[in-house]
Every structure is written in structure tokens, then in C-alpha cells.
């Protein structure tokens, strides 16, 4: 168990008050006083056995007091799990987070997560996940739609000294300085990431010294004395609302309990807890105050029992509160942002022949014409147009501030997308290739599929994902990747495999306030054309399209694997099989599938991904519980092999489910 602060008369700290009032002075205090004060009570609760879980941040509040009270109530703020004081000074009723706390319905997510995890639009403040890193992306996102709304309006993320090894902070750094966002990057060092100093956490002496590697300001102020915590976030959100640009702030400080309650302290040298003991931030601004003969013993006696009062006062509220009571239809329900969304149809006839590529530029281009709020976020995309060209000529119609070329900051990118969110805009993000993905692979399916569900936010982002084989381009430019993004609740997995449905489902996409991975086959951009309607028009995600109709099988399939059933369909004309193209992968169609397998009786899913763990498992798996006394045969599935995708074209072509798919219609149909 660490040491309790000391008692300090003396004052260790240097203040100077600058212009503010005796009263402001008072207000300052009360504000850093109620954290420590809530934190008390949580440290008594967790010993009742009350409440299970504490992240303390006493001996840091000066830093969040400071920043709650130095940014406006309409400005943005990303706190982490030791920043109690900017929930308190954006005054947020105690019975909401104490009921935040315990899980109960009376917080911000229902039960649904943890402690500081949530973000309420009401209060500007952005919640952490657990990942630490993502939060600064996702504020390079927000700090993005202010550039661009020109609004003049600060940002401010948290990070912990430990959270600056992750990857995260360097892309969203890097980020923010390339695009002059104005956010303050604020790092609470207080020596430690949970149990490992500094010292195995990082070489350089101190966080300003990175600021000159990313060409960005850099400040350091001791953060633990308030009113320079005040003053200085105060002043940096004034100069960065006037000239846009990132600031790392490095708040020098300590943690005066463990990483959580349970974790104890042996770690640290006890010599540092007497040291950072007596620079703690709320008895020396005490102590400051009355030596300053501006409070004096009562008016702190008065002030801790009215703080105190409210405290109980907003427990029995909270404690008094039913547990969620459960309700399946209502959690599967809130996974995603239900708005109905209308289908659009072309106002003329007129059609274009368009290649699969062109549906998709088609697409992009009346989408970002239609939704001024649109931005398209990737490497290389503006003036170069994108490896594959899909953005050629946007540049020069939209502009760069909607047209931005990337960093190669996949997770940084990702995170700007929900950024940009929850500031009310809508984003496309390219991945140049679908394998890339995993560079971001945490801000998709931890921060844009789960934050609608825990805190009722979602994210209007869609991430365009350049897929798949038959390129000869081997493991790390050919991979089908859909079915990590189908074992995700929260996203919704669009893959068409025809230009007009390119165009409509891409459009449908951008209309859905949902995060939709986007599946795009390389191999389909320039081999395959169709007339295409030249207008706007939306094709409804979730259902799938018969494409041929027949009567011995049902071949279910999507993507490239549409194109080789029709092949194979073409050269065995004697087969008669419906032939179904999912088209949305999540939420996937099971009333087509099922009416068509009623119908026919026998089932082949061919797919280009691997076999094990692949969608057609699923599949699968479905028909054998709800349609089994229709089928005549084994339901069988036709993929790639389980090997990474190899370059030569001739491992490349026995590597692929195409190979195979021919012998398995067939044992299927002769069975
Ligand atoms: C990606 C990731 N890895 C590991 C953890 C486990 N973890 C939680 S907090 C923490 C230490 C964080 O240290 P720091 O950023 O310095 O913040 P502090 O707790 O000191 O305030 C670790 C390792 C995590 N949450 N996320």
C-alpha cells in the first residue's frame, strides 16, 4: 500500500497567481479538492467490498483539474483512467459516474463497460479503451473537423508516459504535426507504467525532447502545481485555436498509489513517495491559498463538507440504483446505429459502361458531392490519385482539406476517422492494400465496432479494402481478410462483385452511420464491365443477389468466387444451380440463402479465403442447425488452402479455391 500524502504546512511548490482573483483562486481550489475527496471515499467503498476496482490518480489531479478548467465546455477532451478531475470539472452529476462505476443503468453505458471507458457527447469528453495509444488517433480526428470547420477550437488527449512505447502515439504525433491539428498532446509522467520505470520504458531523458523529431512545440510544466497546469493548457489552447498546430505538454508528476488498488506498491523506492509526498497538488495549493490569506481554516472545513455531502448525497442516489436488467434483443440491438436508412434509385435510365474501378470512383465521387462532410483519408490518394487510381481528379473537384494523402499511419488514420465521427462527419479511409489493415487492425474492431454499443456513439467511417488473389502478388499484397471483420459485432462486411453493385453498395456505405469494411477485389477492377446507371443510387447492405437460377444446387459464394461459379457454371451447362452473391458479409442474408437451399437441397460455398475459421464455416454451420431436412447432401465448402497466398502464378492458381471449386460442384450434385 503506498503512503498516504504527507501533511504539508510548508509550501513546496511555486505559484505564481498571476492575474487571478481571490475568488477565482477559491474556485480552483474547490475544483482539485473534489477529486481527491470522491478518490477518499472510492479507497473506504473498495475496502467495504462496496466497489471492485480502483484507478487512482491522486497526486496527479492538478493536471486534469487544470486542463477541464483551461479548455472551454465545447472543446473536445480524451481522458485516460487517472483523469477523475476533468469529469468533475466538466460537471458531470457524481450519481452518473459513481453509477458508471458499479455498472448501473444511471452512468454512460449501461453496464456495458468500465470505470473512465465512455464518452459523452453532453459533456465533450471522449473516454478511453483500454489500449491506451488509439485515444490520441481519435483525436487527431476531432482536431481534423475543427481545421476543417474552421471553428477555432482546441483538443486536448491524455496519455500516460507508458502509453508513449505504443505505436499509436508516434502515428497520431506524426499525424498532427503533417496536418497542423490543433491538439494538445498532454503526457502525465509520472515515472511509471504500471510496474516498469522509465528507465525500461524509454531512453531519452525527457517527452519535450521529442518534440523537435515530429516539428512540433514542445512544454514541459510541473504538474502537479496547479496553476501552472491552468495557465499554460490555458494559454496553448489560445494559441492553437488562432495558428493550428499540435503541442506535446509534458506534465511532470507521480502516481501516489498503485497502477489499481490491487496492485500494491513494492516497486516503487519509498523515498519517492516522501519526495513527491510533499509537492503533493492539493495540500500545497492549500497551504499556498492560506498563506496567501485567501481561504482560511473554516471556509476549507466548510468546503470539505460540502464536497463531502454531495459525495454521499450522489452515492445513495447510485447505490440505490437497480442493476441493468438484461435484455438480449435490446444488447444485440445496440450494436449498431439503427437509423433507416432509405434506398435511393437512379432518376433517369441512363446508363454508362463503367469498369468495377470506375463504379467505385463513381461512387466516391457522388458521394463526396452529396455529403459535404465527407472526407476520403489515404496513402498517396490526392494528386497521385492512389496506387489503383480510384481518387484520380478528386483533388482538383474537392480539394485537399476533403482529399488527404496519409502518413503511413494506418491506426492513426483510423482513429481520425472516428474522430472525425464524433465531431459529425463522415470519412472514407483507403488501406492501400486490404493487408495493411493490420497496422490499424485495433482502432476497427476495438474503437469504430464497439463504441456504438458501449456508449451509444457511432462511427460513420467506411474503410475501402483492396482484397485479394490472383495478382501474383503474394502473402503480404493478396490476402483475404473478410472473416476477421465478420467475428466482430459492430462492423458491417460489404464485398461486392459487379460494378452496379460496387457503385450502389459504396454509396449505401457512406449513407450508413455505421463502420463498414468495404471489401474491394483487385483482380475485378479493370477485367470486369457492366452498364452501369450514371445517377446516384444506394443498393440495400444485408441482401444478397441471385445471380443464376437453376434447380440442383445452391452455390454460395461472393467476390472473385461469383466470377469463377459463372465460369464454371458456363462450361458445365448440364449443372442447373442457383447461384448466390452475398454481397454483405455482415450482416449476411440468410433468407435468400435458406429459400434457395429449401429449394434445391444441396449447397456449395466457395470461397477465396482460407478454409479454417473461414466464412463458409459459418455458413455451414447455419444450415446444418436450421435447414437440415431440406438438404440432400453434406454441405460442402470450397476455399483456398490454409497456406499464406504464394507470388508464382502456378502455386498461386493451385493455392486458390478456383482449382478446386469444379470437383466439388460436382460430388455435390452427383451425391
Ligand atoms: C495495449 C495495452 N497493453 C497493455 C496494457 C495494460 N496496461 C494498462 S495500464 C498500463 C500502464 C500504463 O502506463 P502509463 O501510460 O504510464 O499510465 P499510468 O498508469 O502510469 O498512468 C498497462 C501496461 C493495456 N491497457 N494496453
Redesign the pocket.
Known sequence: MAQAPATVSAVFLKYDRKNFSDSQLIEIYKELLKPRLIEEKMLVLLRQGKIAKWFSGIGQEAISVGCGLALEAEEYILP???NLGVFTTRKIPLHRLFSQWQGKPGGFTNGRDRSFHFGTQEFHIVGMI????PQMGVADGIALANLLKKNQKATAVF?????TS?GDFHESLNVAAVWDLPVIFIV?N?G???STPSSEQFRMKQFIDKGIGYGIEAVQVDGNNILETYSTIKSLAESIRKKPRPILLECMTF?MRG?EEASGTKYVPPQLFEEWGKKDPVSNFENYLLSEKIIDENLIASTRREIKQEIEKNLEIAFAENNPEPETAREVHDVYDNTKLKISFPVSDKKTEMRYLDAITDAMRLGMRKYDNLVIMGQDIAEYGGVFKATLGFVEEFGKGRVRNTPICESAILGAGLGLSISGMKSIVEMQFADFVTCGFNQVVNNLAKTHYRWGQNADVVVRMPTGAQVNAGPFHSQSNEAWFVHTPGLKVVYPAFPSDAKGLLLASIEDPNPVMYFEHKALYRSITEEVHEDYYTTEIGKARLVREGSQATIITYGLGVHWAMETLDQNPNISADLIDLRTLLPWDQETVETSVRKTGRVVILHEDTLIGGIGGEISAHLSEHCFQYLDAPVVRVASLDTPVPMNVELENNFLAKARFEEGLKRVVGY
Open positions: 485516460m483512467h487517472r483500454s489500449h491506451l495509444g496519455t500516460g508516459d507508458g502509453g505504443e502525465e509520472n511509471y507504467g504500471l502516481r497502477h
